[in-house]
């Protein structure tokens, strides 16, 4: 499951022969799209709310240094504890002390991105602690030991079919084949762990540097256990999830919550600022900040991506991809998949690691159109594959080098441009497959007609074509 | 370990951020709003619509799979909470002890109904009992969502431990969406160390649609919720 390098090609090649998961994605991502795309419409001044959001993120990651030590702060002021994390591994390392030092025996889990990121679950089983994730579909995924493939819907790829042999299989019970039930058999499950947990870690949307409040967005209601029944919570939280300040929120969470599955407001919302008091009757006795760096402050130094620091996870930019919305999520290689995978996991994991993902788009900017907080997903793409042809790690051989110059001295000179039209025409005549397209041509341009259709060339061209339809068309 | 890995991500921050940073003034800039008269325009405007809003609250709750309660004095609302708890068959309960609950002494009635009243000390009781009560500290028109401040009196568990919550919401408490309320906290919150340990907003029962996308109330949370209007 460890991070080694992304296969994309190979992946997405596999994931498109999937038929199960090619009716998913289907079905997820028109229900999410569509849902979104109402709920927008329903806000008169929407674009205005996108642009306020984007401002003010971009406010906060250019006085990121700031508002931490702001956050700090605030949150120890309320009790709290902070923790620094250069790396995955520091960061697993302070959670897994913490739960040593509470004499911890089992952690129960919400959904966190961040967590996923740095493998926690892996040092916890690795220390003797019992890890559970109680988000319905992060538990199907753990149990099956795979990884999210959606961040919204983690566990879309599987048929409720797959999720009843799994649960038969794996918790020895007999097979339940309605959502409702196996629904129902998970919340007793995992209720009766909420109630052992001795510690409870969550991710966070947002962290207010005014207030030191982390605010967890959910539907399901284990978040809010997660960080209510344990007595010891930890959140692990991005360095880039901060926003300045308090009424801040009354805008983030408006576009969230529309953007990601087009409700209104999510479930429940919850805003958390430090332990329990002293006073108060339940929650936590130890609240623990985890500030999770993992390659992110590096991003800041490029003017030109620092925008992928903007993003709230809120899963539109997937939804709208033709490209996630055909190779889902896993063909992406690590956590974060679509668009928002293609920027950040090449900037976060190293550009050498992940060279064919700023090439897996089309740069259709679907992306950016849906995108909250108006991440130009195109412009980061293309820097993205500048740096990876000249890390080298690209394609441009000799080859590719020699066939620019050729194209290029060929549209420079018209006659040459005429000629070569013709002759490409008789040329590729003995690829031209039934339906009239090229399917198999010779390398390197088996390349791409490996994988799709070239458009053949035509007989006549445009201008011979304008040339006589000009006195139809009027 | 930890202090070295706080000063090198700081490092790096600055760094990256060198020729970027000239806007000192800028942090929190915002705070210099007046959010005290801007509640007061606020509350002006609620009192303005105020039927409106229960309206389309009601509406918005009907939406996210909550059952609405209307009544219209004190008196009613002990005659549906019996109602329900005839209905649902409930043995135990707990409650929170705001001002107005403990005005209308709602604690007392259930108990004298046969209610076991269960404390939010005990985890494993009070998630074993049957119906958590509420009264909401605000609740947002346009999205159904109701706003619980936790304190002495108000544990979280309350709603959501139970298999049923049920919220009791004055009007006064309404406001007309998520801007209007954060207006109000923030005017209300002098001192950032009087801010809760924990808010929550709550928008509807417990959901998931994990599997196939299929909606599934109930995972976690609460399985039902009543919203008790006056």
Known sequence: MGFEEVRFEQDSEKAIHNKPLQKALVNVTNRFRTARNKASEDVPNWDNLRAAAREIKKETIENLDKYLLMLEERVKRAGGKVHWAKDAEEA?????????????????????????????????????????ETDLGEYIIQLAGERPSHIIAPAIHKTKEDISKLFSAKLGIPRYDKPEELTKVAREILRSEFLNADMGVSGANFAVAETGTIVIVENEGNARLTTTVPKIH?????????????????????????????????????????????????????????????????????????????????????????????????????????PIGAIITPQLMGIDKAPELPFASSLCGACKDVCPVKIDFPKVLLELRKNVVESKKGSTGIGERFGIRLWRFTVEHESIYKITNKLSYYFQLPWKGRNGKLNSLPYPFSRWTDQRDFPAVAKKTFRERWKNNKGETG | MSNNSREEILHTIRKGLEGVGKNEGKVLADANRNFHSEAEEVHKRIDESQSALITQFA??????????????????????????????????????????????????????????????????????????????????????????????????????????????????????????????????????????????????????????????LGVHGPKELFVLTL
């Open chain 1, 92 to 132: 697993s390392q302070i959670i897994v002390n913490i739960a040593r030092e509470g004499n911890v025996k089992s952690v129960v889990k919400s959904k966190s991105m961040a967590t996923e990121e740095i493998e926690l679950n892996n040092s916890f089983e690795d220390a003797g602690i019992k890890v559970i």
């Open chain 1, 234 to 338: 930890v959140a692990l939280v991005g360095i880039e999830k901060l926003i300045p300040r308090y009424e801040d929120l009354s805008l983030f969470l408006t576009v969230l919550a529309r953007s990601a599955t087009g409700q209104k407001s999510s479930t429940y919302v919850s805003f958390i600022t430090g332990p329990k008091r002293s006073t108060d009757i339940d929650g936590p006795e130890e609240f623990h900040l985890v500030l999770l760096d993992n390659g992110r402050s590096k991003i800041l130094a490029s003017e030109e991506t620092r925008e992928s620091l903007y993003c709230i996870r809120c899963g539109a930019c997937l939804n709208n991809c033709p490209v996630y919305r055909k190779v889902g999520g896993h063909s992406y290689g690590w956590v974060y998949s679509g």
């Open chain 2, 59 to 216: 509406g918005e709750l009907k939406e996210v799979n909550t059952n609405v309660i209307e009544t219209g004095s004190k008196n009613e609302i002990k005659k549906s909470l019996l109602g329900l708890i005839k209905e649902k068959e409930l043995k135990s309960f707990s409650i929170w002890e705001s001002q107005f609950l403990k005005e209308i002494n709602l604690k007392q009635e259930l108990k004298d109904a046969g209610l076991k009243l269960v404390t939010a000390k005990n985890k494993n009781r009070i998630a074993n009992s049957d119906i958590g009560i509420t009264e909401v500290d605000y609740a947002i028109a346009d999205t159904g969502t109701l706003v619980l401040l936790t304190d002495k009196n108000q544990p979280r568990s309350v709603s959501l431990l139970p298999p049923i919550h049920l919220a009791i919401v004055r009007p006064e408490n309404l406001v007309r969406n998520i801007g209007d309320l954060f207006v109000i906290l923030k005017s209300r919150l002098e001192n950032i160390e009087d801010i809760t340990s924990c808010m929550t907003f709550i928008t509807g029962p417990s959901r998931t649609a994990d599997i196939e996308l299929s909606l599934t």
